[in-house]
């Protein structure tokens, strides 16, 4: 059991010091096939739900959003595809950050409508009160400590700034939890090794995604992090699920 000074790394023990750098190599070893990870992931339904994510935040050319683990560029490209006016993506994954900057190339953005920062959730190099809108999506359960990174949203958000999680949760019918268990804990691991050759991060991240909280105990967290009106849509059944707050 994790103790004060030790933190969980899937269903390892480690210490707290290490686990940035243990997500980080696992990260750095994915980021060319990143996508494709999610779609195996997700069986391809993360490209929906991150529709939703930005459905429900209704950007427009005013807001400024900063989207926190986003380094392949999704939500940002969808963003700013939404009517939004400008980004800043921040990831602790340089190897992230170049396959989203490539990303962007390809799609003819070249202005400033992105900004890409190499930056740790915990440790946002933006100044408070700063930005409309805080988004993350499939990270926030891969930080050392969530209730620093809550609180580091809620500190560059403005006053009646909005927060946006998408994440991984915890499945609500119990016909689906049993499939999606042997899906995650057998065939991902295999199709891991087989087409990203590292079975040990499909691994790690099928694990890192029971250890997270539960949808309610989740959105408790983000109250305790000093945020209001704090909701939740569940996606396919809670396989994901987005938690949505304001800065009051």
């Known amino acids: 059991m994790a103790t004060q000074n030790t933190t969980h790394f899937g269903y390892s023990t480690v210490d707290e010091d290490h686990k940035a750098g243990l997500v980080r190599q696992v990260f750095d070893s994915v980021a060319p096939k990143y996508d494709l990870m999610n779609d195996l992931m997700s069986l391809g339904i993360h490209r929906l739900w991150k529709k939703a994510l930005l459905d429900w935040l209704r950007p427009h050319g005013a807001m400024n959003l900063i989207d926190v683990g986003g380094g392949t560029g999704d939500i940002a490209f969808g963003f700013l595809k939404q009517g939004g006016a400008q980004v800043t993506v921040i990831d602790i994954n340089s190897e992230m950050l170049e396959v989203g900057q490539n990303r962007a ?3 003819g953005i070249i202005d400033d409508s992105i900004t890409w920062i190499n930056a740790d959730a915990e ?50 019918l119990p016909a689906l939890e049993k499939i999606y268990d ?10 891991g090794s087989k087409i990203a050759g590292d079975r040990e991060a499909y691994q790690y991240l099928a694990e890192s995604i029971r250890q997270f909280p539960a949808q309610d105990a989740f959105a408790h967290m983000i109250d305790q992090a000093g945020f209001s009106q704090t909701s939740y849509l569940n996606l396919s059944g809670g396989i994901a699920a987005i938690h949505s707050a304001w800065r009051i």
């Open 182 to 191: 042997a899906y995650s804990f057998k065939i991902l691991p295999m199709l």
């Open 105 to 107: 190339i390809d799609k």
């Open 123 to 172: 440790k946002l190099p933006i100044p408070d009160n700063s930005v409309d809108a805080y988004t993350i999506s499939f990270c926030i359960r891969n930080v050392t400590h969530i209730d620093t990174a809550l609180r580091e949203a809620r500190r560059v958000l403005k006053p009646g700034g909005r927060f946006m999680c998408l994440e991984f949760s915890h499945v609500a």
